[in-house]
């Protein structure tokens, strides 16, 4: 199991679009994920959890996986919060 | 006050209950608690139908996306990710396990939470919107009414024994419901014989009568009413005797049934020695499992009309499930399939345009299917298909002429070679026989079987056609007579043309299944017999202990005078003793 805080940087913070994203990209590793903000921590492969996170631009996430392909898995999802979802600045 | 309502009998069964009348949607508020062992299979089919929603998503996004615009594929997405979503999966998964109720219940309850927090978040922007989660959980919700469970409803009242459901018109869930919870007996005001919910009635063997108009406004709820199938009324108002002698009547006919089981094991040889063969008709797997129970030699008809009946035609794959069930079902023993037919009295709603103005006498059975091609083609493709899993038979509805086996060879023989180029396999040998139901192809017998493999005598159309009357026909069913010289000099025509040519035949109408009239077909030397498999061992026991020989004496000496006794008289020779 390895966990690692995260910030977001992109605008819109995690609102249904960056959250699918975040969605697709966990559900592709067998590890589990989760995500934890302002005292809830929820499921990452679930979208419904995610966006019941309600994190704004700026908030700190912390990211835990557990599983086979944890270190990968937190990869992906690092660098899906760095480039900001893809989205335009 | 007595009353004394008439419609048409599915089965002949007798049923003695309250009435109970249904009202519209009761059965449809899918809100029920499950016995404890079957919370296992209700979460399979919550993930099933989670899965083939998710599978329906996944297919509109392949084929779709190309003439759909980002916001219509982020949409789509959303909800397939919503089908995905464990929180909404597991926590329907577990209020059916925690709270033992039924997926349909769970999967509202937990939508309704999870919408709950969504508004408590007030935050619209990042919050799911309301709509998609009601999107996604409305396709699972169809998934779910797609296989309905074998639910045990808390709308009807738990135990149906005693009850009698009367229904403006009954769906085939409706009815698979109501015979689990063993329902005594069904009255519907619309509907006719070959429904679907009749067949499935019929299959079921529970007491239904169709067609009872105003049953609802006349039939009082809770009140004590016989239902007699073999008549088609509805008793109400009864007095205590008529009770009583109902009640003896049904209580005479269960005992008959299981002492007739003994009979089953026994070989199929009359008194005298003369081998016969029972065979069974069977519409849904219901009867295929009946037919092996009674010991068929093999299913000499399953009729297809039934997969035909609902609002869209059945394509390739359907047909070919549905054979291959019935197929697997009869474990080796053959299966003689009819094509479509189609029209007079069961003519599919998609099939309306294709209605004359004289059904009886319009585009009905083969020639239906050789006007369709693509649909005849469809057919031919499954039964093809499935008749590696077993041996089977395709039997053509409603000839007239020698050419019409030409033409519909030439489209199986088509079929068979495209299923090859295919790489598909299929059995190379496949008899095809033809049902001898028409005047014109029992006078021309000989032309007929020349290219057929079987042949197969559908009394009820043949005896209509050759009487000119229309047995639903309250001002001239009078007329129906199955022993009318016509008719017996007919049936003997085919016996022979069959030996002729080598060629079996077999009667699968009414005749077949009446043991007044089993006997009769034996003296005809027609000893192929396929009947529903309800009826098989009291022909089975009346055909034990005939004698093939006097049968023939017996008919063959009428035949040659007929007006020396009433066709009456005839069949009173033939009963047993």
């Known amino acids: 199991m390895i966990s690692r805080p995260l910030t977001l940087s992109n605008r819109l913070g995690l609102h249904a679009r960056a959250a699918s994203k975040l969605v697709q990209t966990t559900a592709r590793f067998d590890s589990e994920a989760w995500l934890s903000h302002g ?51 | 006050m007595s009353l004394a309502l008439t419609g048409l009998g599915v089965t002949s069964g007798i049923a003695i209950g309250r009435v109970h009348r249904l009202t519209p949607g009761e059965l449809s508020i899918p809100e029920y608690h499950l016995d404890d062992d079957a919370v ?73 939470q999870l919408q709950a927090e969504f508004r408590r978040m007030g935050d619209e922007y990042l919050a799911l919107r309301h709509e998609d989660l009601e999107q996604a959980v409305g396709l699972v919700r169809r998934e779910l009414a797609e296989q309905p ?19 403006t018109e009954l769906g085939p869930a409706e009815i698979t419901v109501l015979a689990q919870r063993k329902v005594a007996g069904l009255i ?28 609802l406004n006349l039939l009082d709820e809770s009140e004590g009413v016989i239902l007699d199938g073999h008549y088609g009324a509805v008793l109400a108002g009864a007095d205590e005797g008529l009770f009583s002698h109902y009640r ?35 519409d849904l797997l219901p009867d295929f499992e009946r037919c092996r129970e009674v010991g068929v030699e093999a299913v000499g008809l399953m009729r297809t009309e039934y997969l035909y009946l609902d609002d869209a035609l059945p394509d390739e794959d359907t047909q070919y499930r549905a054979y291959r069930a019935a197929i697997e079902a009869m474990q080796g023993r053959p299966i003689t399939i009819r094509t479509l037919d189609a029209g007079g009295d069961k003519l599919p709603a998609m099939l309306g345009f294709t209605k004359g103005p004289n059904p009886a006498l319009g585009l009905r059975g083969l020639r239906l299917s050789l006007s369709l091609s693509e649909l005849f083609v469809q057919q031919i493709r499954a039964i093809l298909r499935a008749s590696v899993h077993g041996p089977v038979e395709i039997l053509l509805p409603m000839l007239t002429r020698a050419d019409e086996i030409v033409q519909a060879r030439k489209v199986i023989e088509r079929c068979r070679d495209e299923l090859r180029s295919e790489g598909v396999a299929v059995d190379p040998e496949l008899p095809v026989g033809g049902m001898i139901e028409t005047p014109a192809a029992a006078l021309d017998v000989d032309q007929l079987a020349g290219p057929l493999d079987f042949l197969s005598i559908g009394t009820n159309d043949l005896i209509q056609y050759v009487l000119a009357i229309d047995r639903s026909d309250e001002l001239v069913n009078y007329l129906y007579d199955p ?80 007006a020396d006794a009433t066709g009456q008289e005839l069949l009173e020779r033939l009963s047993p003793e």
């Open chain 2, 149 to 167: 469970a074998l639910f045990v409803s808390t709308q009807v009242p738990h135990r149906l024994e005693d009850t009698i459901v009367v229904a």
């Open chain 2, 248 to 282: 003896e009547k049904r209580e005479a006919s269960r005992r008959r049934r299981l002492d007739l089981r003994r009979y089953l094991g026994r070989a199929s040889l009359t008194r005298d020695g003369q081998a016969f063969t029972l065979l069974g008709n069977a």
């Open chain 2, 40 to 112: 296992g299979s209700e979460l399979e089919r919550l993930h099933k139908a989670f899965g083939r929603g998710e599978k329906f998503l996944a297919g509109l996004l392949a084929r779709m996306s190309e003439e759909m615009t980002e916001t219509g594929r982020d949409l789509l997405e959303a909800h397939r990710l919503i089908l995905r979503d464990p929180m909404l999966i597991d926590g329907t998964a577990e209020r059916i396990r925690r709270d033992r109720i039924n997926a349909e219940w769970a999967l509202v309850q937990q939508a309704d």
């Open chain 2, 483 to 562: 022993t009318h010289p016509a008719v017996l000099f007919l049936l003997q025509r085919i016996q022979q043309a069959g030996a002729r040519h080598n060629c079996p035949v077999t009667v699968c109408g009414e005749l077949a299944g009446d043991e007044r009239t089993a006997r009769l077909l034996l003296g005809l030397g027609l000893n192929r017999l396929s009947m529903p498999p309800s009826v098989l061992p009291g022909i089975k026991k009346s055909l034990l202990e005939a004698s093939a020989a006097d049968c023939r004496r017996i008919v063959q000496a009428w035949l040659d005078d007929p």
């Open chain 1, 39 to 89: 005292g809830k921590r929820v499921n990452a492969k679930s979208i419904m959890g995610v966006l019941l996170l309600g994190a704004p631009c700026g908030a700190e996430l912390i990211a835990e996986f557990d599983g086979p392909d944890e270190d990968d898995a937190l990869e992906a999802v690092k660098a899906l919060v760095d480039e900001r979802f893809g989205e335009e600045q």
């Open chain 2, 188 to 215: 519907t005001e619309h509907g006719g014989p070959w429904s679907h919910a009749a067949i499935l009635a019929r299959s079921l063997e529970i007491p239904m009568l169709v067609g009872v108009h105003h049953a």
